[in-house]
């Protein structure tokens, strides 16, 4: 089985909505690993923002999951814009994924801009394509880690969902509070 994942980020200290407490962040990895194998999931496409995707990407790796990763700009800019801007100690976590999806040729950068406001949407369409190519011409599994509440005028992994539905992909759903 070939699974797409998109989700929430670890909520912001001066965050005013409850989207994904760190003190969430073992439960919902917790139950991702039970998904991935439960969905006998052999390859796992995704981002690597601090929360949904570093833990599935963490999660799939001590399972021995092939993990596919895709950034909208350099890794290092990265790092710096979706990962070690929350709370939690997620930088050697990023670094040791990263290295290893790009040592295995599995790390895709793409070419936006920072602060382009569809780098992204970019993102996620790249995230379901490759993950609906990889699983052709089975559907493949789309991950939604989330409350379950689309946000403001852009959401992200609402779009994700909506992409995924879409692409004719399984739908299934690991709640972050």
């Known amino acids: 089985m070939v699974a797409a994942l998109a989700g929430r980020r670890i909520d ?7 989207r994904f407490p760190l003190a969430r962040t073992a439960a919902v990895q917790k139950e991702l690993r039970r998904l991935m194998l439960s969905e006998k999931v052999g390859l796992l496409v995704s981002s690597a923002a601090c929360g949904s995707d570093l833990l599935a990407l963490d999660a799939a790796s001590e399972i021995g999951v092939r993990c596919r990763i895709v950034l909208p700009f350099d890794h290092t800019v990265f790092r710096q814009t979706s990962v070690v801007d929350r709370p939690g100690a997620w930088g050697p976590l990023y670094d040791r994924i ?10 895709m950068v793409l070419s936006c801009s920072l602060g382009e406001t569809r780098a992204f949407s970019e993102v996620n369409k790249m995230i379901v394509k490759y993950a609906a190519a990889a699983a052709a011409p089975a559907s493949a599994l789309a991950i939604l880690v989330w409350e379950g509440q689309p946000r403001g005028d852009y959401d992200a992994t609402s779009e994700f ?4 539905d879409e692409a004719g992909m399984v739908e299934r759903t690991v709640l972050t509070c």
């Open 98 to 107: 990263v290295s290893k999806a790009a040592r295995a040729g599995d790390l």
């Open 12 to 18: 912001a200290p001066d965050g005013n909505t409850t």
């Open 161 to 164: 969902q909506r992409l995924a």
